[in-house]
């Protein structure tokens, strides 16, 4: 069971289903990788909203649960031997989420670690370098007059998107069937909109990608998870 004294950050976001899952998170594009896959499971789940503000953030009570103070995080009340589990980093998350319902890590081990190694190249490479991309084209990294840094992430996001483009040859999936791999990787290309950034990527000259990304959008699935929880 869940109390305050092994799992402080409920002091802050106190838990109305203490039983359920519970999900403290924003719909950033690595926020919404844990709430998408929450839904297409089917495992109950409480979403607690936590702003990207350090009030929220640098919280005492958030940093109990996650010393990284980054979103998203949970806890497990129905962890593994029936013990709580508390977990930060997306892609640990969607890894435990899908070992512990049997679904979107493949039929077998070599599906599995196909499907992980297409998970760390989102991990390692397109969240890190999209993230990087939106900070020097939109954010204050914009006003930094040397047109290096800029120019990198633009090159290496142009690179990362025809790998991505190359993969979804004749296959609708980035690791074959649907997996968490495509829910880690979906939201970080939706990202480039946001960012204002699909142009100086040639997005339009990536038909497999556009429509990958189209047919993630279409699942009921996901577009509940991408507005949980709300962002205010």
Known sequence: MLDTATFPIMTKWPPHSPEQIQL???????GV????????????YE???VTLS???????????????????????PDGPDGQPLAL?????????????????????????YRITQWLMFQMGGVGPMFGQLGYFHKFAGSAIEDPRPRERYINEAKR????????????DWIAGE??????????????????????????????NTIAYLNRFLDRPAVQKGLVTPPRG
């Not at 991505?164 to 040859?169: A, I, K, P, R, S």
Request: without cysteine.
């Open 178 to 207: 649907y997996s968490i791999a495509d829910i880690a990787l979906a939201p970080w290309l939706r990202g480039l909109d946001f960012y204002g950034a699909k142009e100086l990527v040639g997005w339009d000259d990536h038909r």
């Open 33 to 44: 990788k844990v709430s998408i896959m929450l839904e297409e499971t089917g495992l109950p």
């Open 54 to 76: 350090d009030a929220d953030v640098k919280s005492p009570e958030f940093l109990s649960l996650n010393p990284n103070n980054k979103i998203p995080a949970i806890i497990d």
């Open 88 to 112: 930060f980093e997306s892609g640990a998350i969607l890894l435990y989420l899908a070992e512990k319902t049997g679904k979107f890590l493949g039929q077998n081990m070599a599906d599995k």
């Open 47 to 49: 979403a607690h909203r």
């Open 160 to 171: 990362l998107l025809n790998v991505v483009e190359t993969q979804l040859h004749g296959q």
């Open 24 to 30: 403290y998170s924003f719909p950033t594009p690595n």
